[in-house]
């Protein structure tokens, strides 16, 4: 471990003892365990020291959740990082959502122009947003929080290349690395949305700016049925419904079957 990262984890935080996370295709990253109820203390005070750091802090679930995804970074089956962050560059987020969407028509056997406009639906009158982050807790039994989640520390000070340093995703309709990195950059642009939490089926984020207009959200919404359609298809049923609870959301969730 640098020594600049061990004594400022050390003197700022008294962090002593943090594992490595090997990685063929990225500088090794560090990690370790914490109780499911103090993951996001440590995820916030992390944040604030990653341009000193230089590592960037993401919450990776129990054990079971950390093993999978960290396992494709360290797998014959992923990708090098610079080859991804230049994939992603090579296109830009609007041109991906373009393409995703003429996917999509095709998948649910609808060419016509009007694709979008049968996921729409009535304003809810009360909007059913995200209120706090999934990852830290066992939501499928006592929905408290779990007694043991892994914190990982990657080496970069930008979010969206997380998805790059971990090999997240390319499989079922998961987008590939490259594609999570587009949209990642953009919403960080657009919205200062930052990766907070992944593992392996699950991306959750924090934005600090969410929007605050209507037709802004319902843009927004758009964007992340395109990009994890599972959530309006298997979660809010509409489009609008997503957006109204986008409205003034600083907690983003997404997660493909």
């Given at each position: 471990m640098p020594d600049n990262l061990q004594n400022l984890l050390r003197d700022r935080l008294g962090i002593t003892r943090l594992s490595v996370i090997p990685n063929r295709y990225a500088p090794e990253g560090y990690r370790f365990s914490c109780s499911g109820a103090e993951a996001l203390d440590w995820w916030r005070q992390l944040r604030t020291l990653v341009e000193e750091s230089g590592y960037w802090p993401v919450i990776l679930g129990d054990d079971e959740e950390t093993e999978r995804i960290l396992g494709v970074a360290d797998s014959e089956d992923g990708q090098?990082?610079?080859?991804?962050?230049?994939?992603?560059?090579?296109?830009?987020?609007?041109?991906?959502?373009?393409?995703?969407?003429?996917?999509?028509?095709?998948?649910?056997?609808?060419?016509?122009?009007?694709?979008?406009?049968?996921?729409?639906?009535?304003?809810?009158?009360?909007?059913?947003?995200?209120?706090?982050?999934?990852?830290?807790?066992?939501?499928?039994?006592?929905?408290?929080?779990?007694?043991?989640?892994?914190?990982?520390?990657?080496?970069?000070?930008?979010?969206?290349?997380i998805a790059a340093i971990l090999n997240f995703g390319g499989w079922n309709e998961c987008p590939d690395p490259a594609a999570h990195v587009r949209m990642m950059k953009s919403w960080s642009e657009m919205y200062q949305a930052e990766a907070v939490g992944m593992n392996g089926d699950v991306v959750e984020m924090y934005a600090a700016q969410p929007p605050g207009m209507r037709d802004q959200a319902l843009t927004l919404a758009t964007q992340q049925f395109l990009y994890c359609s599972d959530i309006v298809t298997q979660g809010t049923e509409t489009i609008d419904a997503l957006a109204a609870g986008l409205l003034g959301s600083h907690i983003w969730y997404f997660w493909w079957d």
């Open positions: 090098p990082v610079q080859e991804i962050l230049t994939e992603a560059a090579s296109q830009s987020a609007e041109q991906w959502l373009t393409e995703r969407e003429q996917s999509l028509k095709e998948d649910y056997g609808t060419e016509g122009e009007d694709f979008l406009k049968t996921l729409r639906g009535e304003w809810p009158e009360q909007a059913n947003g995200m209120t706090q982050f999934t990852i830290p807790y066992d939501r499928l039994e006592s929905g408290r929080p779990k007694d043991a989640v892994t914190i990982g520390l990657l080496p970069t000070t930008k979010p969206w290349e």
